[in-house]
């Protein structure tokens, strides 16, 4: 704990306010009025561990700023790699324009610098002159997309998120699965994928008994939009895919990258948000032609 001077204020830095409950409830709040979300069931399940650690400014007992470091293990053309991933940049409407934000990234930049491969974030339409400053720089994913070929038989079971069994076969298979491609694919990110399942996909997830692999996908009209495929073993995606096709399914959407991509149309992806990553270490960071994959997004 450190107190600082800022404009005026005195406020006190903590990193990771995950157990103090009154801070721990202010940082959800401050989430929840920035961006709609609340990690108080993440937290609560147990998904919420030292792989997700708040750098904070506190007032009093009052979360009023924050920037987040995920952990991330990568592999990327077959080796091993370590990032982390900045996220859940927010700051109380009562304390923006004082460079809080900033003191909290480039504390996190100065702890970080020499143990990772590449720093990086997913910056929302609002702020992507500020990361620039930074050393960060703007990169395109590619999203591929294929059309089904002939489909085969494929037995699946909907997972139920409120029941704890069903939650933790999914954890399981997510906290130990293999990289979904050794082209470019994370690993130890149970806990993200586990906050989508919670909050972003819980109707859409699926265990596969002979694959012995969780799956997330949505089903809509001619169009099949894979999110992720979990498994221990390696597995073709592809054919995963083709099996939870439908008959009336034109387009296979693949929200990561596969393995193979031979055949697919690869297209620049125009998501919501912009990618900006900064090479630390090593000089490495993300490849182009590649797709973040959406569960492992902070």
């Not at 721990?24 to 030292?50: K, M, P, V």
């Not at 591929?144 to 076969?169: I, N, W």
């Not at 297209?267 to 032609?289: A, N, R």
């Amino acid at each position: 704990m450190k107190l600082t001077k800022r404009r005026g204020m005195c406020v006190e830095f903590r990193k990771n306010v995950r157990e103090n409950q009154n801070l721990r409830d202010s940082f959800n709040q401050l989430a929840e009025d920035t961006f709609g979300i609340h990690f108080g069931q993440w937290h609560a399940r147990g998904y919420w561990t030292e792989k997700y650690v708040p750098f904070s400014y506190i007032e009093g007992d009052r979360v009023i700023a924050n920037v987040s470091v995920n952990l991330i293990d990568f592999t990327i053309a077959g080796e091993e790699k370590k990032a982390i991933q900045i996220g859940t940049v927010m700051t109380h409407p009562d304390y923006r324009n004082r460079g809080l934000s900033k003191d909290l990234l480039m504390k996190v930049l100065d702890e970080y610098r020499d143990h990772v491969d590449f720093v990086y974030l997913f910056a929302n339409q609002n702020v992507l002159e500020l990361y620039p400053k930074f050393g960060f720089q703007a990169q395109e994913e590619t999203l591929f997309t294929m059309v089904p070929g002939t489909a085969g038989e494929v037995s699946e079971r909907k997972l139920d998120m409120e029941e704890k069994a069903d939650r933790d076969l999914a954890y399981g298979i997510a906290r130990d699965r293999l990289p979904v491609s050794t082209r470019f694919g994370t690993r130890n990110t149970g806990e993200l994928f586990m906050f989508y399942a919670l909050y972003a996909f819980p109707d859409n997830l699926y265990y596969l008994e002979e694959e012995e692999a969780v799956v997330m996908f949505q089903r809509g009209g001619e169009r099949l939009d894979l999110f992720d495929v979990a498994c221990r073993e390696t597995v073709d995606v592809r054919k995963i895919a083709e099996k939870l096709a439908g008959d009336d399914t034109r387009q296979i959407v693949f929200h990561f990258t596969p393995e193979e991509t031979e055949g697919m149309q690869a297209d620049v992806f125009h998501g919501d948000d912009v990618l900006f990553v900064l090479p630390m270490k090593s000089g490495v960071g993300i490849p182009d032609g590649v797709k973040h994959p959406l569960t492992a997004q902070a």
